[in-house]
């Protein structure tokens, strides 16, 4: 066995904190190679702000426990309860002990200067803690399971895995924002870029899949879903991402702005009709206001009052439907729907077309990914249309049988001498596992 490896303790549970969910994937690390983590169940909690929470268990390699879908659970009521709840579950149900655990990675959205994973400590605790204004949707729930862990799983090693991390190889010029640099480099303000640990996933299934090194490997990557982005990945590098200082620019999100105009604040403050700078009329809005504003009530749920993109894709084809069929015009309400799909397309094509511009067109692969990337065939089939100038271009066919398949990476683009188009399920969870399980310092007993 490798050094260091107790297979008592060879169980690694990979914690994923969202805004009001919780997934928990438990791995088995491999005797015979480290690598080969093992998936043993998932659980998965929904709806922790809004009771009853739902909870979700189901079983993989893992052959003992009793499975359940959404199974209302009205003691959940944050998200250490939550973890509580799942640990319980996993006890009773799995017949597995706490004491089984060797390790809970936690995926924590902003990292700051962390670069790699860290066991969690009374100090790497803080130093996150104190990071939470930055990431406002996650870090806190995953502060949170940390806290409990360190409660309820005496023996365990917890480790902090970092979304940030994988940028850390962007360029300073493409990083850093043009404001004086002796407050920036003080405070820290530079782009720093997220959904790391999806693009660390991405990039090593994409170029096993294409059969590269990762390090000859040039992707253009997608993660989209509620929050959303785009990653130019350089010789398995990231060069630039379309988020920055925090999750809330680049694209739009579920409940995200995305980019926007700095003044847009001032002004969305402002009482007068017209843009004035007396003091008299601006509304007393804090910093903190704002930020609730542009991170939790707006981005497409704000232009038609869902979060769920898959909604608002069969809302627009229903009016497209009625119209086609001569139906009276449609009207301000039913056009959002088409309103806030082509603003969300508008904003990838940009990032899209400005990374194939500055990798000087030597890209590998369009990569989708996310739960909208990997679900919806409209929003693929519609960025690949308008994309065709660049070489890219979709097998109509491929693309709406993507659901029929299991594999993680799934060719959906005509095959010509232009780029690949491909659909990659994305595993944080896994990523995390795997990364855990081959690093020697966390085994070390």
């Known amino acids: 066995m490798p050094e260091g490896h107790d297979s008592k303790h060879a169980l690694i549970l990979a914690v994923n904190a969202g805004s009001s969910s919780l997934k928990v994937s438990l791995y088995k690390r491999g005797t015979a190679s480290p690598k080969d983590v093992e998936l043993l169940l998932n659980s998965t909690i929904t709806g922790i702000s809004q009771s009853p929470a739902k909870f979700s268990f189901k079983l993989a390699a893992h052959g003992t426990g009793r499975e359940v879908k959404n199974d209302p659970a009205e003691d959940i009521k944050d998200h250490a309860s939550a973890f509580q709840h799942f640990l319980e579950y996993l006890k009773h149900e799995g017949n597995i002990e706490r004491d089984e655990i060797g390790h809970v990675c936690h995926r924590v959205v902003h990292g700051g200067d962390y670069f790699e994973p860290v066991v969690i400590t009374s100090e790497t605790y803080h130093y996150i803690e104190r990071l939470s204004d930055l990431a406002p949707l996650h870090n806190g ?62 990039l090593s299934s994409v170029s096993s899949f294409l059969g590269k090194d990762p390090s000859e490997t040039n992707l253009i990557a997608m993660h989209l879903g509620s929050g959303a982005s785009v ?119 940009d990032f899209v077309g400005a990374y194939y511009v500055k990798m000087g067109g030597k890209v590998d692969a369009l990569v989708f990914a996310g739960g909208i990337g990997e679900k919806s065939v409209e929003l693929r089939e519609a960025v690949t249309e308008r ?56 085994w070390k007993k």
């Open 387 to 442: 994309v065709e100038c660049l070489g890219f271009a979709i097998d109509p066919k491929t693309n709406k049988d993507v659901e029929g398949t299991e594999d993680v990476v799934v060719e959906i683009g005509k095959h010509n001498d232009g780029g690949r188009v491909l659909v990659c399920r994305t595993d944080e969870q896994y990523e995390m596992a795997r990364e855990c399980a081959i690093e020697p310092k966390f």
């Open 141 to 202: 729930g995953a502060l949170s399971v940390m806290q409990a862990c360190i409660d309820q799983l005496k023996n365990t090693k917890s480790i902090a895995y970092f979304d940030t991390s994988f940028h850390r190889t962007i360029p300073k010029h493409i990083a850093m924002y043009a404001i004086p640099q002796d407050v920036a480099e003080k405070r820290g303000l530079k782009k720093y870029g997220f959904h790391g640990l999806s693009y660390s996933f991405i």
């Open 231 to 349: 990653c130019a990945i350089q010789h398995g590098r990231s060069l630039d991402t379309s988020m920055g200082l925090t999750p809330v620019s680049g694209l739009p999100g579920a409940t995200r702005s995305g980019a926007i105009d700095p003044s847009l604040v001032f002004h969305y403050t402002n009482r007068a009709g017209r843009i004035s700078h007396d003091r008299a009329q601006a509304v007393d809005v804090h910093v903190t206001e704002a930020e609730e504003i542009l991170n939790k009530h707006s981005g497409w749920a704000a232009i038609t009052g869902t979060t769920d993109f898959g909604e608002i894709v069969k809302e627009m084809k229903a009016v497209e439907a009625r119209r086609a069929k001569g139906e009276s015009e449609v009207g301000e309400e039913e056009g959002k729907w088409a309103v806030a799909f082509d603003l969300f397309l508008d904003r990838i094509l």
